[in-house]
């Protein structure tokens, strides 16, 4: 079988396109991610001796937090990106009856933006609960008399959390949040489902107008390939400077 690469020279701008789209879709949705597995990892980890205040973290705190990670770890990635762009954003970002935003500004960003939004929302939410599980065991991890250590010199529990438990179990996190981060680069594929113009759907846009598939989807293996490794290594400079910083 003789192969023809001409037809990926001819439309590399647009696998160039898809690698940048995948990569920023990744990233903000890593990054946001990050931020809401360190809040709910907290929240789950929320805790009252007695009275009111525990009633208030045990049905307000914890259980929605648990119901968050076990409704997006329990279910596949791929029914999450079309509940997102299917049924959420037309419930939130319609031109008619939106409940954030209407009228015109809506259809535009529905025809313009809608793709990417989705996308990068259900990214983001499935991200954060696996992120949250990585940051309740990764602060369980570090031995409670650090806590009350710190609460003795006179912290509140939130300075001890911010200044003295997270970033030490930081340390302990990063491998595990490498990991999920370079396996939302390679689910972000599923986007183009949706009709984001990431790597997947430009392999796909190949493969339709050539039928030829060894091509287009050996090329963006190939792609996926060269980004996780190069991540890969990215992360593993950044643990051996934080082993550094530690010593």
Not at 196 to 222: C, K, M, Q
């Amino acid at each position: 079988m003789e192969m023809r690469w001409e037809m990926i020279a001819e439309y590399a701008p647009l696998f160039i396109d898809g690698a940048v789209m995948t990569l920023v879709i990744t990233l903000i949705a890593v990054v946001f991610g990050t931020l809401i597995g360190l809040f709910m990892g907290m929240a789950r980890l929320a805790y009252a001796p007695h009275g009111f205040a525990r009633f208030f973290l045990n049905y307000f705190v914890k259980w929605p937090a648990t119901a968050y990670v076990t409704f997006f770890r329990g279910t596949p990635l791929f029914v999450q990106i079309l509940l997102a762009h299917f049924a959420l954003m037309p419930m939130l970002i319609h031109p008619v009856d939106g409940m954030l935003i209407d009228g015109d500004l809506a259809r535009e960003i529905r025809q313009n933006y809608g793709a990417f939004i989705s996308g990068l929302l259900a990214l983001t939410l499935n991200a954060g609960a696996y992120i949250t599980e990585i940051f309740r065991a990764g602060i369980q991890s570090i031995d409670k008399g650090q806590v009350e250590a710190a609460r003795s010199l006179g912290l509140t529990y939130g300075q001890a959390m911010r200044f003295v438990i997270v970033p030490q179990a930081f340390r302990r996190m990063l491998p595990p949040l490498g990991n999920e981060a370079i396996m939302l680069l390679k689910d972000s594929s599923l986007v183009s489902a949706i009709g984001l113009a990431e790597l997947a759907f430009a392999a796909r846009t190949v493969a339709g107008v050539y039928s030829r598939y060894w091509e287009p989807y050996l090329t963006i293996s190939f792609m996926y390939l060269a980004l996780t490794m190069l991540m890969a290594w990215g992360l593993s400079k950044l643990e051996k400077h934080y082993q550094v910083a530690s010593r």
